[in-house]
């Protein structure tokens, strides 16, 4: 079980990198650190920096409303048996 949990994880840190280059503007460098997967890969965190920082608020107003898009790029872009319920957090590195 840890093996698909690490490759779920993997498939979605590579998918969301993807979709959050294709749509953000060139204002702003975000950047996927990690993605934490709970309930059997139903859901998923995925952990984000910002740069510059005085951006942060804005990008995340951004990626809450593209939530929907980006689980309809995952369902597009994966082989994921299911697509888990997906929410973007920041990285407090």
Known sequence: ???????????LREIAATFIEKE???????TVTRVETRNRERTATIYLNVMPKDKEDIVMQF???????????????????????TEFKLDKI
């Open 1 to 11: 079980m840890a093996y698909r949990k690490e490759r779920t994880e993997k498939i």
């Open 24 to 30: 953000s503007g060139p204002q702003s460098l975000i």
């Open 63 to 85: 990626l809450s409303r593209k939530v929907p898009e980006f689980k309809e790029y995952l369902r597009d872009n994966s082989r994921l048996s299911s697509v888990p319920f």
